[in-house]
Antibody
């Protein structure tokens, strides 16, 4: 059974940093691209970052480019999102999501980690 | 960026009725479209992919259609567990995938 478990969320200061983790199990982690998707309170879904299975390629939305960094450790089956220079608009639930082979959407999502940025 | 627009924002239906949700893309996404269902306090759940293919375990009352820029999700006979928010997502342009703003299906 595929499981994705996020951790590391919480309260962060405006301009501060936070690192999210996503522990994966139930599939061959290194074979799949992974992504982070966020959802502000009461709002819709926004793609944040993606990374290829072998970590060779990373992508970030313009809204977080230069501030967030996605990475993974395939030996630990773990996905990360390093967030810095946090802004109020970064407050959201952050979901890690498994990318379908061939980049055909997301087939599994974690339960999410809540990040609140406060001044 | 491909903008996805869903309508209506809220759909009020009764159990047993048919629900039709629409999703429009600002440019063609071929059939590279998925639908997700999200209930309060839960992550999204994939319902459909490739516009018209049901994901594993999704009941047959859910169906999808469309290609290019116009897509539809139909729930043939609403069950109580179907009241939720539904999102469409295009995956035509990796990795800049975009979602619609959602349609809330309520009683």
């Amino acid at each position: 059974e595929v499981q994705l478990l996020e951790s590391g969320g919480g309260l962060a200061q405006f301009g501060g940093s936070l690192r999210l983790s996503c522990a994966a199990s139930g599939f061959i982690f290194s074979n799949y691209a992974m992504s982070w998707v966020r959802q502000a309170p009461g709002k819709g879904l926004e793609w944040v970052s993606s990374i290829s299975g072998g970590s060779s390629t990373t992508y970030h939305a313009d809204s977080v480019k230069g501030r967030f960094t996605i990475s993974r450790d395939n030996s630990k089956n773990t996905l990360y999102l390093q967030m810095s220079s946090l802004r109020a608009e970064d407050s959201a639930i952050y979901y890690c999501a498994k990318v379908v082979v061939g980049a055909r959407g997301f087939d599994y999502w974690g339960q999410g980690a809540l990040v609140i940025v406060s001044s | 960026e491909i903008v996805m627009t869903q309508s209506p924002a809220t759909l009020s239906v009764s159990p047993g009725e048919r629900a039709t949700l629409s999703c429009r893309a600002s440019q063609s996404v071929s059939s590279n479209l998925a639908w997700y269902q999200q209930k309060p306090g839960q992550p999204p759940r994939r319902l459909m992919y490739d516009a018209a293919t049901r994901a594993t375990g999704i009941p047959a009352r859910f169906s999808g259609s469309g290609s290019g820029t116009e897509f539809t999700l139909t729930i043939s006979s609403l069950q109580s567990e179907d009241f939720a928010v539904y999102y469409c997502q295009q995956y035509n342009t990796w990795p800049s995938w975009t979602f619609g703003q959602g349609t809330k299906v309520e009683v």
